[in-house]
């Protein structure tokens, strides 16, 4: 079956990385980036049948989908998380959303700045015009990628149990038991062993001996 369908979904990570980066948003960079690496890990573990991979794969998604639900929390200002906060950047810069000036329909109004003589610059001023709030731009991606790791984390486990079961039935027609292929090859051998020391010993030369007279 095709089991790793929800893996090029969950690379869907990828486009959300792009604009964080260039909104300099480093805790969600770093998220992603582990993010697609488990992914990945994941669709290896079911091409070459790793259940262990496929586990840890189920074991990220659960955290991926508690770092969503904190990013909804986080633009949507719940438990005192505030949107303008420098959290999502480490409190490095005071960037913040990419889609805070470039959303749909934003119009970016700037102004020169005053009591500066020689120096052709600009002053940030407002963001107007916005068919749709950066937060809940955010918003809906976070429960797009809640969405996609629940489907995932759901058909990880079934190929799991799949893996699982056959790794059982094969173990129970002796496919991994190495003991029959032992016993199989034990009488031979003892036998040739057998054959060998009767042929050499003393009672078989006088034996051999008896014969040719």
């Not at 429960?143 to 079934?158: E, K, M, P, R, T």
């Amino acid at each position: 079956c095709n089991s790793y369908f929800p893996s090029p979904l969950q690379l869907a990570a990828l486009e959300r990385q792009v604009f964080d980066f260039l909104g300099y948003q480093w805790a969600p960079i770093l998220a992603n980036f582990l993010h697609i690496i488990i992914v990945i890990l994941g669709l290896f573990g079911t091409i070459q049948y790793r259940p262990r991979y496929i586990v840890v794969y189920a074991i990220w998604t659960a955290i991926w989908v508690t770092w969503n639900i904190f990013i909804i929390c986080f633009y949507l200002e719940v438990g005192g998380l505030s949107k303008d906060s420098e959290l999502l950047t480490f409190n490095i810069s005071r960037h913040q959303s990419w889609w805070s000036e470039n959303g749909p329909g934003c119009v970016r109004k700037e102004a020169s700045m005053s009591g500066i003589k020689g120096l052709d610059s600009h002053s940030y001023i407002s963001v107007i015009g916005c068919a749709l709030e950066y937060r809940y731009i955010e918003v809906m991606h976070s429960s797009f990628q809640i969405l996609i790791a629940l489907v995932g984390f759901v058909y990880a486990c079934y190929v799991v149990s799949v893996f699982t079961e056959e790794e059982d039935s094969f173990d129970f027609i002796g496919g991994f038991d190495p003991f029959p292929l032992y016993h199989v090859n034990e009488k031979p051998t003892n036998l040739l062993f057998k054959q060998t020391y009767l042929l050499f010993s003393p009672a078989g030369f006088s034996g051999m001996e008896g014969m040719n007279k």
